[in-house]
């Protein structure tokens, strides 16, 4: 098991009180296996993983819980601790190519710092590894590539340039945070493509993280599904596209438009929106959107159970 | 990029012209005034009076007298105020000149230096008391009137303190030249460079803490993060170098104005006679061959600070290097 969260609940302290972005969270990662977090906005999936990094640097937060990575525990690491093994053996590809690289640094340069920072060689041996890893994420033109600045690149080929500085240090685990959201379609399924033969190569287990149940079904071994801060289903990736239990699951895939057969007039849409994290009800949180919402939903939460494939809803464990 | 350089530099020719022309116009072509008598000093004779207009140009047209005082401005240098009394204006302006830069100089030196370290230490230290500290003493040396803070300053080191063992290094006020007397020169401008300095790391100090903070909340910082740098890394290599292009804009003005004249208060108060006093004595006389010069003096030292703030940002962002 490359990592182990168990338990994790990251809230934050506000104005208007306590909000707990993360209520809970539990899954496992295996070796080089590719977990795809889904979800929409404000449900938790990126605090999560930023959580995971020890990236959460607001000192209003708290996390709890249990994050362990090789078996080791990761909440309440020394920063020094943490910075080791940041970059090195868990790296990080954002979601804005545009911003998430330094205007003012060559590319090459700034992927060589990384490597620089977590081993010891030369300066020119740091360029060389830089030159083989622009190579291997399909820039034309390596070489040339290292000398240019970020704003010279196509926001397809930044992000190239920030899945091999991710990929710079070999790392054992690699969260990928909405990588295509910003990217044209096209470029997209590249960059899935890439993550996809990188997986096969570095033997990098990677979290996923997305909105988009596309990427997911193209990529993904095992889909996690939250919702407003809790893991709602959780299964492999053939269980929940075949078989879909959550409410919440259901709807997000009845609102992909099919391939084959007749398209209906209206894609359907879930009514209401995802509910504020300062009031969150006292029952399931999705209850007020849900078509199938009874009694129980009102007075408590649902757990998740510990199946393989598990879905957090009375009805289900009530069928 | 050399082609960038050459057409700055014909930019700063623009603009020195157009600032010529218009103080020109101001002093020169105002309707009623008659400089020629003005230049002539009081109670000139007439034939005086006569030799200055023809010199001068005043009775041609206008172009011809723009062209006449630049030529005695910057070709010939012979340009003279108050003629019966031979009051030469070009040396005047260059035996200010040192004066002035060394008084600003030594104080951006000063206030530069310090004012980055104050606002590293602040961003570094965000909302402690140490912080809180720096920006409180940052906003005493802004709301502190340079000339009352020299003179409070005159007041410890001239005055009361001065036979004590803290001051009785400090020479009496006015300028020396560096290649007189090197120490000397340098004695007499601590106080006056720690007086105007003062102000400026206040403002500075405060301007790059905020820079500094912004920029800490980009994207890329957390990139950086993840990349597992050193807070320290972070700060200086990623989060400082962005924030320089704020602190380097308001450098340039702030340097070019106080180089140009604005200096005048410090001046006064330590009997430095620069630029400043130069200009504001000028004005007092309504002296308008010594304002002409001074002027362009200035707009010129304005305009080169300018172009060095250009190259520098080049030197720092490398996304205006393209155009």
Same mark, same amino acid.
């Given at each position: 098991?490359?990592?182990?969260?168990?338990?994790?609940?990251?809230?934050? @302290?506000?104005?208007?009180?306590?909000?707990?972005?993360?209520?809970?969270?539990?899954?496992?990662?295996?070796?080089?296996?590719?977990?795809?977090?889904?979800?929409?906005?404000?449900?938790?999936?990126?605090?999560?993983?930023?959580?995971?990094?020890?990236?959460?640097?607001?000192?209003?937060?708290?996390?709890?819980?249990?994050?362990?990575?090789?078996?080791?525990?990761?909440?309440?690491?020394?920063?020094?601790?943490?910075?080791?093994?940041?970059?090195?053996?868990?790296?990080?590809?954002?979601?804005?190519?545009?911003? #998430?690289?330094?205007?003012?640094?060559?590319?090459?340069?700034?992927?060589?710092?990384?490597?620089?920072?977590?081993?010891?060689?030369?300066?020119?041996?740091?360029?060389?590894?830089?030159?083989?890893?622009?190579?291997?994420?399909?820039?034309?033109?390596?070489?040339?590539?290292?000398?240019?600045?970020?704003?010279?690149?196509?926001?397809?080929?930044?992000?190239?340039?920030?899945?091999?500085?991710?990929?710079?240090?070999?790392? #054992?685990?690699?969260?990928?945070?909405?990588?295509?959201?910003?990217?044209?379609?096209?470029?997209? #399924?590249?960059?899935?493509?890439?993550?996809?033969?990188?997986?096969?190569?570095?033997?990098?287990?990677?979290?996923?993280?997305?909105?988009?149940?596309?990427?997911?079904?193209?990529? #993904?071994?095992?889909?996690?599904?939250?919702?407003?801060?809790?893991?709602?289903?959780?299964?492999?990736?053939?269980?929940?596209?075949?078989?879909?239990?959550?409410?919440?699951?259901?709807?997000?895939?009845?609102?992909?438009?099919?391939?084959?057969?007749?398209?209906?007039?209206?894609?359907?849409?879930?009514?209401?929106?995802?509910?504020?994290? /300062? @009031? /969150?009800?006292?029952?399931?949180?999705?209850?007020?959107?849900?078509?199938?919402?009874?009694?129980?939903?009102?007075?408590?939460?649902?757990?998740?159970?510990?199946?393989?494939?598990?879905?957090?809803?009375?009805?289900?464990?009530?069928? | 990029?050399?082609?960038?350089?050459?057409?700055?530099?014909?930019?700063?020719?623009?603009?020195?012209?157009?600032?010529?022309?218009?103080?020109?116009?101001?002093?020169?072509?105002?309707?009623?005034?008659?400089?020629?008598?003005?230049?002539?000093?009081?109670?000139?004779?007439?034939? $005086?009076?006569?030799?200055?207009?023809?010199?001068?140009?005043?009775?041609?047209?206008?172009?011809?007298?723009?062209?006449?005082?630049?030529?005695?401005?910057?070709?010939?240098?012979?340009?003279?105020?108050? $003629?019966?009394?031979?009051?030469?204006?070009?040396?005047?302006?260059?035996?200010?000149?040192?004066?002035?830069?060394?008084?600003?100089?030594?104080?951006?030196?000063?206030?530069?230096?310090?004012?980055?370290?104050?606002?590293?230490?602040?961003?570094?230290?965000?909302?402690?008391?140490?912080?809180?500290?720096?920006?409180?003493?940052?906003?005493?040396?802004?709301?502190?009137?340079?000339?009352?803070?020299?003179?409070?300053?005159?007041? *410890?080191?001239?005055?009361?303190?001065?036979?004590?063992?803290?001051?009785?290094?400090?020479?009496?006020?006015?300028?020396?030249?560096?290649?007189?007397?090197?120490?000397?020169?340098?004695?007499?401008?601590?106080?006056?460079?720690?007086?105007?300095?003062?102000?400026?790391?206040? *403002?500075?100090?405060?301007?790059?803490?905020?820079?500094?903070?912004?920029?800490?909340?980009?994207?890329?910082?957390?990139?950086?993060?993840?990349?597992?740098?050193?807070?320290?890394?972070?700060?200086?290599?990623?989060?400082?170098?962005?924030?320089?292009?704020?602190?380097?804009?308001?450098?340039?003005?702030?340097?070019?104005?106080?180089?140009?004249?604005?200096?005048?208060?410090?001046?006064?108060?330590?009997?430095?006679?620069? *630029?400043?006093?130069?200009?504001?004595?000028?004005?007092?006389?309504?002296?308008?061959?010594?304002?002409?010069?001074?002027?362009?003096?200035?707009?010129?030292?304005?305009?080169?600070?300018?172009?060095?703030?250009?190259?520098?940002? *080049?030197?720092?962002?490398?996304?205006?290097?393209?155009?």
């Amino acid at each position: 098991m490359i990592l182990s969260v168990r338990d994790l609940r990251v809230s934050f @302290r506000t104005h208007d009180g306590p909000v707990r972005a993360i209520d809970g969270v539990s899954f496992d990662l295996g070796e080089s296996e590719i977990l795809g977090v889904v979800g929409e906005s404000g449900s938790g999936k990126t605090v999560s993983l930023l959580a995971v990094m020890g990236l959460i640097t607001d000192p209003n937060a708290t996390i709890e819980g249990s994050i362990r990575y090789k078996g080791r525990e990761l909440v309440g690491l020394p920063p020094r601790e943490l910075r080791r093994l940041r970059g090195n053996e868990i790296a990080m590809i954002f979601q804005d190519p545009m911003t #998430a690289l330094t205007p003012v640094y060559m590319i090459g340069w700034q992927i060589a710092e990384q490597i620089r920072a977590h081993r010891g060689v030369s300066k020119s041996k740091a360029m060389e590894r830089v030159e083989q890893l622009l190579a291997e994420v399909n820039f034309p033109n390596p070489h040339e590539a290292m000398s240019r600045y970020p704003h010279q690149l196509s926001g397809g080929m930044r992000q190239r340039a920030v899945i091999a500085m991710a990929l710079s240090c070999d790392p #054992a685990l690699l969260v990928a945070d909405e990588p295509t959201t910003a990217l044209d379609v096209t470029v997209q #399924a590249g960059i899935l493509d890439l993550v996809r033969k990188l997986r096969a190569k570095h033997k990098s287990a990677v979290v996923f993280i997305t909105h988009d149940m596309g990427v997911v079904s193209e990529l #993904a071994d095992r889909v996690m599904v939250m919702y407003a801060g809790r893991v709602v289903e959780r299964g492999t990736r053939t269980e929940l596209f075949s078989d879909p239990r959550h409410p919440y699951t259901r709807a997000l895939l009845g609102s992909i438009p099919p391939l084959t057969g007749q398209k209906p007039r209206r894609l359907p849409a879930i009514p209401g929106s995802p509910p504020s994290l /300062l @009031r /969150l009800p006292q029952g399931c949180a999705f209850g007020p959107r849900c078509p199938v919402h009874y009694e129980p939903c009102e007075a408590s939460k649902p757990g998740l159970g510990s199946g393989a494939h598990a879905a957090a809803c009375f009805r289900v464990a009530q069928a | 990029m050399i082609y960038a350089i050459l057409r700055r530099f014909g930019q700063m020719l623009f603009v020195m012209f157009g600032i010529s022309v218009i103080v020109f116009l101001i002093f020169f072509a105002t309707p009623g005034a008659d400089p020629a008598a003005r230049i002539a000093g009081r109670n000139a004779s007439s034939e $005086v009076l006569a030799a200055v207009r023809h010199s001068f140009g005043f009775d041609q047209p206008l172009y011809v007298q723009y062209t006449r005082m630049m030529e005695k401005i910057f070709v010939t240098g012979d340009l003279t105020s108050f $003629v019966n009394r031979g009051w030469k204006v070009v040396p005047a302006v260059m035996d200010s000149i040192p004066v002035t830069l060394s008084l600003v100089f030594g104080a951006a030196v000063l206030w530069v230096m310090v004012s980055i370290i104050i606002g590293i230490v602040a961003a570094a230290t965000r909302d402690s008391w140490l912080d809180k500290l720096l920006m409180a003493l940052g906003l005493l040396g802004i709301s502190m009137p340079v000339y009352w803070l020299g003179e409070v300053m005159n007041l *410890i080191t001239q005055s009361r303190y001065h036979d004590s063992w803290a001051f009785s290094w400090v020479p009496p006020l006015g300028y020396k030249n560096f290649s007189d007397d090197p120490k000397g020169w340098f004695l007499t401008l601590v106080i006056p460079w720690i007086t105007l300095a003062i102000l400026y790391i206040g *403002i500075y100090g405060r301007v790059l803490r905020a820079a500094i903070i912004e920029s800490m909340q980009e994207d890329y910082i957390r990139t950086a993060r993840a990349k597992g740098l050193s807070e320290a890394r972070i700060l200086f290599r990623h989060a400082l170098r962005t924030s320089l292009i704020a602190f380097v804009t308001l450098f340039g003005l702030d340097f070019g104005a106080l180089v140009g004249g604005s200096a005048l208060l410090t001046e006064v108060v330590f009997g430095l006679h620069g *630029i400043g006093k130069l200009t504001y004595d000028a004005l007092q006389n309504l002296d308008l061959p010594m304002i002409m010069a001074t002027v362009m003096y200035a707009s010129m030292f304005v305009v080169i600070a300018n172009a060095v703030v250009d190259f520098i940002y *080049i030197l720092l962002d490398p996304r205006l290097r393209a155009s």
